[in-house]
């Protein structure tokens, strides 16, 4: 079957640890995106990769990191630099980003920073 | 940027019809996305809409005036099931990506 993977579903980390969070896809998308999700607000966009070896900011980079070494992979590293790395986090992908494609959401992870 | 304002919350009765609207203000519109998401899950597409009219899938129908900046997701023969969080979300300004708002939560009881 196709689809998005994230793992873990859960995550816990101490503070001024980094944390990756995986996010894999076999639908065979160009582009890849992470967001964040917290109670009450909408989903906020941190990065997006459009090609392999290539990605931008979006609205809230700071304090996050990521790479795209391949199609199927975009992993999200959250920095000891993020200020409330609570939150829950989305992956999602789609066809070339310039068209009206849907994205397609993995399942989550919910990162807890204690 | 682009500023997107729906209802926090909504109830319903079971059978129902309920409409939940959107209202935005962007510039260079390219489309407006509704999402569907339960609790704790990843969120699922439900409609685009880049033209004016009404857009027909099954119970659920989306609206578009661009003129007006305003959409509404229209669900019909409520189902208990269909209680979740219904995000609105636009592309504009050369860009494809959506922006989303902050959704409305739809509580559909017996």
């Known amino acids: 079957d196709g689809g998005i993977t994230q793992s873990p579903k859960y995550l816990f980390r101490k503070e001024g640890q980094n944390v990756t969070l995986s996010c894999e896809q076999n639908?065979?998308?160009?582009?890849m995106y992470w967001y964040r999700q917290d109670p009450g607000q909408g989903l906020r966009l941190i990065y997006y990769s459009q090609i392999v070896n290539d990605f931008q900011k979006g609205d809230i980079a700071e304090g996050y990191s990521v790479s795209r070494e391949k199609k199927e992979s975009f992993p999200l590293t959250v920095t000891s630099a993020q200020k409330n790395p609570t939150a829950f986090y989305l992956c999602?992908?789609?066809?070339?980003?310039?068209?009206?494609?849907?994205?397609?959401f993995g399942p989550g992870t919910r990162l807890t920073v204690l | 940027g682009q500023n997107i304002d729906q209802p926090t919350e909504m109830t319903a009765t079971e059978g129902a019809i309920v409409q939940i609207n959107c209202t935005y203000q962007t510039s260079g519109f390219n489309g407006l996305f509704w999402y569907q998401q339960h609790a704790g899950e990843a969120p699922t597409f439900l409609s685009y809409n880049v033209l004016d009219g009404l857009e027909e899938k099954g119970r659920f129908s989306s609206f578009l005036s661009r003129s007006k900046g305003y959409s509404y997701l229209l669900l019909k023969e409520l189902q208990m099931k269909d209680s979740a969080s219904y995000l609105c979300?636009?592309?504009?300004?050369?860009?494809?990506?959506?922006?989303f708002g902050r959704g409305t939560s739809l509580i559909v009881h017996p």
């Open positions: 639908l065979n998308h160009d582009a």
């Open positions: 979300a636009t592309a504009s300004g050369g860009s494809y990506i959506p922006t």
């Open positions: 999602a992908s789609s066809t070339v980003a310039g068209d009206t494609d849907t994205q397609y």
